[in-house]
């Protein structure tokens, strides 16, 4: 027999029990389970639960000790992984405002999400959300107190690379050479037969620094960007320590893949890359996750005119302050930029890109779903296999090769004609206009960021404008 207990940084193992050669251990273990609290068995304590079936949860208000009970609604979005920040919203409201409850398990190396949202609104950066309170509730150090750790390493068999993330956008977890680290816990009479606890720790392979191509002919001057990004391996520590934060930011919004309509979509999309421009320009902060569900479609007359805002600065950081020695990857797989996923540093450049990767999404996957016109529905049937799947199937050389690949001219015409429905046809030259910006092609495909931010920023967000322009005037 052998006993596991999980929790956001990682498994851990009581070691191999023989109940034939110690049934006295094995009973221990048994009847130790029986006798755990809501809390040791890990279910959550901290938010309230009302007869009625209402929840609730107190929170302090920003730049406040004053507590405030908030009622949590219907659930919005939750990651189905175990090694992961394991983010998950719910609609919440004070009685007067109606707002968004996150709960995510963070790392300690990280600048909260709570001070680079205050940091951003000192700054007056638009269209990020504004926090109505925040509650830390609890650490993976708290949990782990009491526990040892040795060097003992041992492999699992790796899940099959396609388990990583889905069309839903889950949680990028790999599972390559993990360590096994041996240790032990006293904690009242129902420990003493796992004596030996060991954790499983998942630790993802870096792929091989990638050089840029130096194009001395360009039309603009690149900015050098070499540094790695994805990972730091820190093997000196046992696990990663996470904090289990809820943060409550207002206004609400729906994510972006559920948009109702092409002109939403991207009104939605053209408001949140100025918000990322005045957040990285205005708030000198980086967001580096750009992705589906970090967009939401907001109403304009509850959100000062915002159509689309960002939100999720988990993974954000301050310009120039260096690395936070975080070991978790940063950014979504299937929108992670190309450079990125070939371990270059993070810059704005590299979050346009997924902008760009998550319009392509919306349209390709999610198109589909809408209701087509009825000159369009029998033109073309949906693909049965998408090209879009290699975003995310694979180690991180493997998808970035394809994603370059399909960047290239040939290929991305090929995702446009094949991937989106014949009633988004409308949405190709905004794609193609976009393209042209982000992947400028002199002696090969370049990817990386001018030195000039609004040499991307202003031609993409006046395509958009154009784009809508058109969009609306065929509607009237």
Not at 82 to 103: M, N, P, S, W
Not at 165 to 171: G, L, R
Request: aromatic residues 10%.
């Amino acid at each position: 027999m052998e006993a596991w207990v999980f929790d956001h940084s990682g498994p851990y193992s009581s070691g191999v029990i023989d109940i034939s050669k110690d049934l006295k251990r094995f009973f221990q273990v048994l009847i130790g389970y029986t006798m755990m609290s809501d809390e040791e068995l890990g279910l959550d304590t901290f938010i309230a639960r009302e007869e009625d079936g209402s929840k609730s949860i107190i929170v302090k208000g920003p730049g406040t000790s004053e507590e405030t009970e908030l009622k949590l609604g219907e659930i919005l979005f939750f990651q189905c992984a175990i090694v992961c920040r394991g983010t998950t919203y719910f609609l919440t409201t004070d009685g007067q405002v109606e707002g968004v409850a996150k709960f995510s398990w963070v790392s300690d190396k990280r600048q909260s999400e709570i001070e680079l949202l205050e940091l951003a609104g000192q700054k007056n950066v638009q269209g990020i959300a504004r926090i109505i309170g925040h509650s830390t509730i609890t650490t993976i150090a708290d949990m782990c107190c009491g526990l040892t750790f040795d060097n003992k390493h041992h492999n699992f068999k790796s899940a099959p690379t396609s388990t990583a993330s889905s069309f839903q956008s889950q949680a990028l977890i790999e599972s390559s050479d993990i360590c096994q680290k041996s240790s032990s816990r006293k904690r009242r009479s129902s420990d003493k037969g796992m004596e030996a606890l060991k954790r499983s720790r998942s630790i993802n392979q870096l792929p091989s620094n990638t050089q840029q191509e130096q194009e001395n002919d360009l039309a603009f001057s690149v900015q050098s960007a070499h540094k790695p990004s994805l990972f730091d391996r820190n093997d000196e520590e046992p696990y990663e320590n996470r904090v289990l934060r809820c943060l409550v930011i207002s206004p609400a919004g729906r994510p972006i893949y559920k948009y109702q309509s092409p002109l939403e979509l991207l009104k939605a999309l053209r408001d949140a890359i100025k918000a990322h421009q005045s957040l990285y320009l205005d708030g000198n902060i980086l967001h580096r996750d750009i992705s589906e569900n970090n967009i939401i479609i907001t109403d304009p007359e509850k959100a000062d005119g915002h159509w689309g805002m960002l939100i999720d600065l988990d993974l954000a950081k301050e310009v120039g302050s260096g690395r936070s020695g975080a070991r978790h990857q940063t950014g979504t797989m299937e929108f992670m930029a190309i450079e990125v996923l070939l371990n270059i540093d993070h810059t704005y450049r590299h979050d346009l890109e997924p902008f760009f990767y998550v319009l392509i999404w919306q349209c390709a996957r999610h198109g589909w779903e809408l209701d087509p016109p009825q000159t369009s529905r029998q033109l073309q049937e949906r693909p049965r296999s998408s090209l879009l799947q290699n975003w995310y199937i694979g180690n991180y050389e493997e998808i970035a090769t394809y994603k370059r690949g399909n960047m290239e001219p040939g290929g991305f015409e090929r995702i446009l004609m094949r991937e989106f429905p014949p009633w988004f046809d409308w949405v190709k030259p905004l794609c193609r206009a976009i393209w042209h910006i982000l992947f400028p092609y002199h002696k090969g495909l370049t990817v990386g960021p001018p030195q000039d931010p609004n040499r991307l920023y202003d031609p993409i967000i006046r395509a958009y404008d154009d784009t809508i322009a058109q969009l609306e005037l065929g509607n009237s």
